[in-house]
């Protein structure tokens, strides 16, 4: 629920008397109140009612009894839920509610679902000064004396009926509900990308291959094909027993799996021909499943191929769309992004087809998900867009159930905007910032806005599939990192003496030190990089950066990093790496710093070094983004001058396979070396190649030429990519990239 409405009824609420004056609801901790539900209360209002009287407890000292309507003849009640004797507004919209005096009575009503349970919190925040923030136990400030004032009116509708921040304060309950906030797993029965939930793979395809979609001219377990007969009545055999199971989940998805491979047989093109796009087929497979429960509520997502609306089925009225925005930057409102061109004519054709719309949108890198990622002065304007677009619920995913940057932050602002759009962000941030970060907070608010300002000053793209690496050229530069730390540093003298605060500011450091130390497997040998001249010639590992790294997974670990990416290492596995790393004999090499050219241009997002990626001394690791030069759809040709003839005996690189990342070997590796430039002679060719079968293991293969000890000045490399992506993996308008990391020449 917005925290500007509880701040502003709060502040209302303490200026305005009732005509006779406030009401005492509980005077020396003593209250002649009572807490009365209806005669037969919901689970929801009994919780309600548990909540006021706890609060007020845990505030006075004074334990209200809670009685049931007909128990109770008297005037000074707290009346809790639908009862008999009412007050306020005849309906409330949705999960909203209602808190108000009448007479000598308090009411707090709800609408449908949670409503009064919000309503409950909502009196205990703004009336009693209770608060509950992510990631720490309520707290209710003692006062023996509460009173009410006699014109107490509020009323509180959410714009949004579903409404989830998706990060680690989310395995709170309770600060869900303070917050007006909601968990997928609360409400769906069968969650996101569901196809081979409904119908493993594992099951059904070596048997019925059928079942699945047909690419490339075969069947395969990418996704399923919704025109076969068996697979819509398996699909509803599969919902009425989970149905049965569950009975009080509110929807249920019947949703692509995360990936391409849509079906292409005959029956599933012909319905996606006739309604323009690939969600063709599926929204006609899906009203068909919803028509066979017309009490439930289906989701399915529009995403990747799914996307873009049917020109002519529209969803049943049953069915709701939930819309990724995943392609867009976020360094602009999604209104006016040039990269959300696409997401914002799906938007308006689904909205035109009369869609019950939901958004899946992400506030997160989720590639690293400690790296800094300011994004949050756009949220409000995002929400809104949303919002006047129809939709009328929103996923906001960030990280998940391991911590991220500025997870705390982020599901509080989300938690008020989510209920109220119009909601003040800046209040909002200014209210966060004072109760958890207490004396730091105005340093810890002049860090975002220098977080903020930077990504606009220099131009920054904001990518969810970004790295701090590639952000390391505007708003992560080193000398931008010195004043976030500048900053960061006055936040911890502010805090000092505060134990809870001064560990909130160093948790919020930890993305500016993970930055620190991915940006320095970059540079390596040069400034800000790991490496130092070690003595007697060549490089050795800074002394001080083991400590670093072993305090550093500590620290992240102790924050809640179960991981740092999607998928990825955990903060032990990241130490183990960096120790590997750290024990690698470094080895330079004739090829050390030498300059490179290039036939065909490197991707500058994923090779951040550019061209001298390959003689910058430095291998890579499984991560594509940093220390390999991508070479995205064409041949990689580079041509190393080695500065003068060199006795060459061998040259030997590296090549990456990560088929998520459509990153493959090349099909074929050449080495040629010339004395002049102009006329070489291949010293050796080898080959690489796609996997024939599905393959998604990241590895690193090394290949190694001997080349006898023959004089050359040049070294030209020529690595094959290949023509188009495996069968297995076949994404359309997707080419094969190739990623070499170093050239050594010995």
């Given at each position: 629920?917005?925290?500007?409405?509880?701040?502003?009824?709060?502040?209302?609420?303490?200026?305005?008397?009732?005509?006779?004056?406030?009401?005492?609801?509980?005077?020396?901790?003593?209250?002649?109140?009572?807490?009365?539900?209806?005669?037969?209360?919901?689970?929801?209002?009994?919780?309600?009612?548990?909540?006021?009287?706890?609060?007020?407890?845990?505030?006075?000292?004074?334990?209200?009894?809670?009685?049931?309507?007909?128990?109770?003849?008297?005037?000074?009640?707290?009346?809790?839920?639908?009862?008999?004797?009412?007050?306020?507004?005849?309906?409330?919209?949705?999960?909203?509610?209602?808190?108000?005096?009448?007479?000598?009575?308090?009411?707090?009503?709800?609408?449908?679902?949670?409503?009064?349970?919000?309503?409950?919190?909502?009196?205990?925040?703004?009336?009693?000064?209770?608060?509950?923030?992510?990631?720490?136990?309520?707290?209710?400030?003692?006062?023996?004396?509460?009173?009410?004032?006699?014109?107490?009116?509020?009323?509180?509708?959410?714009?949004?009926?579903?409404?989830?921040?998706?990060?680690?304060?989310?395995?709170?309950?309770?600060?869900?509900?303070?917050?007006?906030?909601?968990?997928?797993?609360?409400?769906?029965?069968?969650?996101?990308?569901?196809?081979?939930?409904?119908?493993?793979?594992?099951?059904?395809?070596?048997?019925?291959?059928?079942?699945?979609?047909?690419?490339?001219?075969?069947?395969?377990?990418?996704?399923?094909?919704?025109?076969?007969?068996?697979?819509?009545?398996?699909?509803?055999?599969?919902?009425?027993?989970?149905?049965?199971?569950?009975?009080?989940?509110?929807?249920?998805?019947?949703?692509?799996?995360?990936?391409?491979?849509?079906?292409?047989?005959?029956?599933?093109?012909?319905?996606?021909?006739?309604?323009?796009?690939?969600?063709?087929?599926?929204?006609?497979?899906?009203?068909?499943?919803?028509?066979?429960?017309?009490?439930?509520?289906?989701?399915?997502?529009?995403?990747?191929?799914?996307?873009?609306?049917?020109?002519?089925?529209?969803?049943?009225?049953?069915?709701?769309?939930?819309?990724?925005?995943?392609?867009?930057?976020?360094?602009?409102?999604?209104?006016?992004?040039?990269?959300?061109?696409?997401?914002?004519?799906?938007?308006?054709?689904?909205?035109?087809?009369?869609?019950?719309?939901?958004?899946?949108?992400?506030?997160?890198?989720?590639?690293?998900?400690?790296?800094?990622?300011?994004?949050?002065?756009?949220?409000?304007?995002?929400?809104?867009?949303?919002?006047?677009?129809?939709?009328?619920?929103?996923?906001?995913?960030?990280?998940?159930?391991?911590?991220?940057?500025?997870?705390?932050?982020?599901?509080?602002?989300?938690?008020?905007?989510?209920?109220?759009?119009?909601?003040?962000?800046?209040?909002?941030?200014?209210?966060?910032?004072?109760?958890?970060?207490?004396?730091?907070?105005?340093?810890?608010?002049?860090?975002?806005?220098?977080?903020?300002?930077?990504?606009?000053?220099?131009?920054?793209?904001?990518?969810?599939?970004?790295?701090?690496?590639?952000?390391?050229?505007?708003?992560?530069?080193?000398?931008?990192?010195?004043?976030?730390?500048?900053?960061?540093?006055?936040?911890?003298?502010?805090?000092?003496?505060?134990?809870?605060?001064?560990?909130?500011?160093?948790?919020?450091?930890?993305?500016?030190?993970?930055?620190?130390?991915?940006?320095?497997?970059?540079?390596?040998?040069?400034?800000?990089?790991?490496?130092?001249?070690?003595?007697?010639?060549?490089?050795?590992?800074?002394?001080?950066?083991?400590?670093?790294?072993?305090?550093f997974a500590e620290q992240a670990k102790a924050a809640g990093v179960?991981?740092?990416?999607?998928?990825?290492?955990?903060?032990?596995?990241?130490?183990?790496?960096?120790?590997?790393?750290?024990?690698?004999?470094?080895?330079?090499?004739?090829?050390?710093?030498?300059?490179?050219?290039?036939?065909?241009?490197?991707?500058?997002?994923?090779s951040p070094m550019k061209e001298k990626t390959l003689t910058d001394?430095?291998?890579?690791?499984?991560?594509?983004?940093?220390?390999?030069?991508?070479?995205?759809?064409?041949?990689?040709?580079?041509?190393?001058?080695?500065?003068?003839?060199?006795?060459?005996?061998?040259?030997?690189?590296?090549?990456?396979?990560?088929?998520?990342?459509?990153?493959?070997?090349?099909?074929?590796?050449?080495?040629?070396?010339?004395?002049?430039?102009?006329?070489?002679?291949?010293?050796?060719?080898?080959?690489?190649?796609?996997?024939?079968?599905?393959?998604?293991?990241?590895?690193?293969?090394?290949?190694?030429?001997?080349?006898?000890?023959?004089?050359?000045?040049?070294?030209?490399?020529?690595?094959?990519?290949?023509?188009?992506?495996?069968?297995?993996?076949?994404?359309?308008?997707?080419?094969?990239?190739?990623?070499c990391d170093e050239v050594v020449v010995l």
């Amino acid at each position: 629920m917005s925290s500007l409405f509880l701040s502003v009824m709060m502040m209302l609420s303490a200026g305005c008397g009732a005509p006779g004056g406030d009401i005492p609801l509980v005077t020396g901790g003593r209250s002649a109140y009572v807490i009365v539900t209806p005669a037969s209360p919901s689970g929801a209002e009994r919780k309600a009612a548990g909540i006021v009287q706890e609060y007020i407890l845990r505030a006075s000292g004074a334990k209200l009894p809670i009685l049931q309507e007909g128990g109770y003849s008297g005037k000074q009640a707290i009346y809790v839920g639908n009862t008999r004797q009412s007050s306020g507004p005849e309906k409330i919209k949705d999960d909203g509610y209602y808190t108000g005096v009448s007479g000598q009575a308090l009411y707090i009503r709800g609408g449908s679902g949670k409503g009064v349970v919000y309503g409950a919190y909502h009196f205990a925040e703004a009336y009693m000064r209770c608060r509950k923030l992510p990631g720490a136990p309520a707290v209710a400030p003692v006062s023996k004396d509460i009173s009410l004032p006699g014109n107490m009116q509020d009323l509180s509708e959410p714009d949004f009926i579903y409404r989830e921040s998706y990060y680690p304060a989310s395995a709170d309950a309770e600060y869900l509900e303070w917050h007006g906030l909601q968990r997928f797993e609360d409400l769906w029965g069968l969650w996101g990308h569901s196809y081979f939930k409904i119908l493993p793979p594992a099951t059904y395809f070596a048997a019925h291959p059928e079942y699945y979609s047909m690419v490339n001219g075969r069947r395969q377990p990418l996704q399923l094909c919704l025109s076969n007969e068996a697979v819509y009545r398996l699909t509803v055999a599969y919902f009425k027993k989970a149905m049965a199971d569950n009975p009080d989940a509110i929807y249920w998805s019947i949703s692509p799996e995360d990936g391409p491979g849509g079906c292409t047989c005959d029956q599933c093109k012909k319905a996606d021909t006739e309604e323009g796009s690939q969600s063709g087929s599926l929204i006609r497979f899906v009203n068909r499943v919803a028509a066979a429960f017309p009490q439930a509520r289906f989701t399915t997502l529009a995403y990747g191929y799914t996307s873009k609306a049917p020109a002519k089925t529209k969803p049943a009225g049953n069915v709701y769309i939930l819309l990724s925005t995943i392609d867009a930057y976020r360094q602009t409102p999604l209104a006016e992004a040039p990269s959300a061109a696409d997401f914002r004519r799906n938007l308006a054709a689904w909205e035109k087809l009369g869609s019950h719309l939901f958004i899946w949108d992400y506030t997160t890198q989720f590639t690293n998900y400690l790296c800094p990622f300011p994004d949050y002065n756009h949220l409000a304007a995002n929400l809104q867009y949303f919002a006047a677009h129809g939709v009328r619920g929103v996923f906001s995913q960030g990280s998940g159930d391991t911590y991220g940057d500025m997870a705390e932050y982020n599901s509080y602002l989300q938690a008020a905007l989510l209920w109220n759009t119009r909601a003040d962000a800046g209040a909002v941030t200014a209210d966060f910032m004072k109760h958890y970060y207490r004396a730091a907070a105005a340093p810890m608010q002049q860090y975002l806005q220098a977080l903020t300002a930077a990504v606009k000053t220099t131009g920054a793209v904001l990518d969810i599939y970004g790295s701090p690496i590639y952000s390391g050229k505007d708003y992560l530069s080193p000398a931008n990192l010195d004043q976030y730390s500048t900053l960061l540093d006055r936040a911890e003298a502010a805090a000092e003496g505060d134990t809870a605060a001064l560990r909130r500011v160093y948790r919020a450091r930890l993305p500016l030190e993970y930055t620190v130390l991915q940006q320095s497997r970059m540079y390596g040998t040069e400034k800000f990089g790991y490496l130092v001249p070690a003595n007697g010639g060549g490089y050795t590992v800074n002394p001080k950066w083991p400590a670093r790294v072993q305090r550093f997974a500590e620290q992240a670990k102790a924050a809640g990093v179960k991981e740092l990416s999607e998928g990825g290492l955990s903060p032990e596995a990241y130490l183990a790496q960096w120790q590997a790393l750290m024990r690698r004999p470094w080895v330079g090499g004739l090829a050390f710093k030498a300059p490179v050219t290039l036939v065909n241009a490197y991707t500058p997002e994923y090779s951040p070094m550019k061209e001298k990626t390959l003689t910058d001394g430095l291998t890579g690791d499984l991560d594509f983004s940093y220390n390999w030069l991508f070479t995205y759809g064409k041949d990689m040709i580079a041509t190393i001058d080695l500065g003068g003839s060199k006795t060459v005996r061998s040259v030997q690189l590296n090549f990456l396979q990560d088929a998520r990342h459509n990153i493959f070997l090349p099909q074929q590796i050449t080495i040629e070396i010339s004395a002049n430039g102009l006329d070489y002679t291949k010293i050796g060719t080898q080959t690489g190649g796609l996997p024939a079968e599905e393959d998604y293991t990241a590895a690193i293969r090394n290949f190694k030429f001997q080349a006898g000890g023959k004089a050359a000045r040049y070294v030209r490399v020529t690595a094959v990519c290949a023509p188009k992506m495996p069968d297995w993996r076949a994404i359309p308008n997707k080419l094969p990239a190739v990623c070499c990391d170093e050239v050594v020449v010995l």
